[in-house]
């Protein structure tokens, strides 16, 4: 007779969350281009059109430590 010792398996976890979709059909917003947006493309415009967005580097943040020493 098998005991429930010998069973052995994983503990059910969440799924990871889906991701964020947007409506299909779409096509970019630049007069003349006929490209279609994907449905995971948040932006109104396609790739070659999307303005320039600049990055914004934040640096490394510093430890406590080296906070109160300065």
Known sequence: ???ESMYRGARVREL???NRTY???RVCATEGCT???SI???WSYC???EPVH???SRGKRR???EMQAA
Do not use: D, E, F, V
């Open 1 to 3: 007779m098998a005991s």
């Open 16 to 18: 990871p969350r889906a």
């Open 23 to 25: 409506t299909s059909g």
């Open 35 to 37: 490209t279609k947006l």
């Open 40 to 42: 995971y493309n948040k």
């Open 47 to 49: 790739w070659q059109h």
């Open 54 to 56: 600049t990055y914004i």
């Open 63 to 65: 430890s406590r430590k």
